[in-house]
């Protein structure tokens, strides 16, 4: 069973990781922003997945000193490629809802981080689930607000999955929506449920909202969402997670 202690101790001994997937542009294929995603490599269990461990940090009250680790791990990264490889690289972080609603000073602590880095807040986008835009309060939304008046990016994660409705997307002005894997998985020349994603990525655009596909597994699924006019694509076809060293040796043959 995991256990609280194993995850604070994870923490205080430097055992989590973070890997990084390439988002790409559709038209060009290149690199454009890296999703960061926490790894735990445990001595005894091997690697445990964030879907496991997330949901205890959250219960727990450690998803903010974790939270906190994982922004402040991936913004120093982008700060490197961005001074290194490309100015305009862009940063995707995970962002639980819990550790939304557990900080005060949220909005301020990581604006304020972003100004320390000298990184522009137009550098980060954030990923939200639906249940932060369902279960969300006034003051969290005020939070979200902040951080989009200050320049950051919002993307809503896994859309399609739970009870999406597109007058949140309107009401919180999210930027970016990246289709859930289950709905890309799908794709396949002639199948009648291609209208799916291909509805998705008209009415984002009509209300100002880029694509994201994630989950792109095969050349077929990269093409059908580009003839669609999707604007982002990531998925193992493109490149699976990886350390920051193989994205870094990635970006630098791409430059
Ligand atoms: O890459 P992977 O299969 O491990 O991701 C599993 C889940 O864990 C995904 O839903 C992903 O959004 C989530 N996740 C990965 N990294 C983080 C993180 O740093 N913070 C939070 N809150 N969730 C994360
Ligand atoms: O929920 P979120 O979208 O944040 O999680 C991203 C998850 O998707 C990570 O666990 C990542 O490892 C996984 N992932 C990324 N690309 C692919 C893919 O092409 N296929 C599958 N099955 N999973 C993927
Ligand atoms: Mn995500
Ligand atoms: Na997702």
Request: proline share 4%.
């Amino acid at each position: 069973r995991l256990l609280l202690r194993d995850l604070q101790q994870a923490l205080d001994e430097g055992d989590f990781t973070l890997h990084y997937q390439p988002i790409v542009d559709m038209q060009s294929q290149r690199t454009i922003k890296a999703e960061a995603l926490l790894r735990w490599q445990q001595s005894v269990r091997g690697q445990v997945s964030p879907a496991q461990f997330i949901p205890l940090a959250e219960e727990s009250g450690l998803i903010g000193p974790l939270g906190d680790w994982v922004f402040q791990q991936a913004t120093r990264q982008l700060a490197e490629w961005r001074a290194e490889l490309d100015p305009d690289f862009q940063m995707s972080v995970n962002v639980s809802p819990v550790q939304l609603q557990s900080c005060k000073q949220q909005a301020q602590t990581w604006l304020q981080h972003l100004h320390d880095l000298q990184l522009p807040s137009s550098a980060l986008v954030i990923e939200l689930t639906e249940s932060v835009l369902m279960e969300s309060d006034k003051e969290t939304n005020a939070k979200l607000q902040t951080l989009q008046v200050a320049g950051m990016q919002l993307a809503l994660d896994d859309f399609g999955t739970g009870y999406s409705s597109l007058s949140y997307l309107k009401r919180l002005d999210i930027d970016y929506l990246k289709i859930d894997r289950s709905f890309v998985n799908q794709l396949t020349p002639g199948n009648e449920d291609n209208v799916l994603c291909e509805a998705i990525i008209v009415m984002a655009h009509q209300l100002g909202i880029r694509v994201v596909a994630e989950g792109v597994e095969t050349q077929e699924q990269h093409d059908i969402l580009r003839a669609a006019g999707c604007d982002y694509g990531q998925g193992y076809w493109y490149c699976r997670p990886v350390s920051p060293e193989d994205f870094g040796a990635r970006l630098r043959e791409e430059r």
